[in-house]
């Protein structure tokens, strides 16, 4: 739920990063941490394990800058994501105005991945939110490891989409990041699906970590109007 | 945003809450008082100004009491409606105003945990009717920002970001 203060024309609004354990959430907070300019971010808090394994959440509030008058913040969350901590995990998801997900893309990960999405839509549904009518962002993660799944089939078992019912919305929509692919494609039977953005990246060097929000950024902004 | 339970009020409300809240640090003597919604954003903050950051201090307190309440589930409790944590030093109370936002007071010796909690349950009872008046009024959806699903919003996030 983004807080909109029209008086002082401020808009807050919470992201959420989730995906299995180890995937590379809290290095994505710590890359966008460490690349931002000082005043244009608060702390980076880590309610974390000795091990440094996050126990119920990592936040960072960034400032974007100006988008259409109003002061636009940021505020980045990720999820515990160990199985384990799923009541804590739910708990972060209150609220929530746009989802990444940070996929593992090794292979012996999949399913890994492919429980934490299942649970991510339980724990959405929970709260009565759709995760196909949000703004949601997948990123998959240490593309640089050599037993990296292709992203063809990272994008077949964990974004193959869903099913597009408003004629509105029935148009081929080429997908930036992948060329040849669509966003919103027919099928042979007449049916109209949609996938969400996704976004290779590297986070422990940065790679796609800034696209990523990048594109979740819009997502969230252009809902608002 | 569908199924996001989304709230707004007014300049009057506003003005409503700040009194209350002004109120309440009067006859208490207690440092600062803010309110922060569940979620982990600041709605309103009166006397000393934090000298920590008050967005870090919200999130935490907003997942301090859903972690709580589901620790009341667990023991048979419907919630806590009020925590308190001890410090050598500054304590700090916090309670629920109407399921949707946390009172949260901090305060140090020049004041008592008795004289704070008699005096919030109080306010706290005063704000649950503003806020209960509020929804009454409906889940209207939060009014659309003119020019936002525009295409120029896209390069203006695109410059941001360089």
Known sequence: MSMINYASREINCKLVYYGPGLGGKTTNLEHVFGKVNPNARGKLISLATETERTLFFDFLPVDLGTVRGFKTRFHLYTVPGQVYYNASRKLILKGV???????DSQLERMEANIESMQNLYDNMAEYGYDLTRIPFVVQYNKRDLPNASPVKDLQAQLNPGWPVTDPALQKAVPDPNFPGEFLTWQLPTGEWIQRAPAHEAVAVTGDGVFETLKTVSKLVLKSLG | MPGASSWSFKEEDFRIISEHMNALLRETNVKSLLLVDRTGQVVANVGEKPTFDPQAFASLTAADFSANDQLAKMIGEHEFSSLFHQGEKESMYLADVAHRVILVALFDNRTTLGMVRLKV????EELTKVFEEMFSRGETSAPKLEGFAS????????KLFG
């Open chain 2, 121 to 124: 349950k109080t306010t706290v």
């Open chain 2, 151 to 158: 295409a120029e919003v896209e390069d203006e996030i695109d």
């Open chain 1, 97 to 103: 105005d746009g989802v990444v997900f940070v996929a």
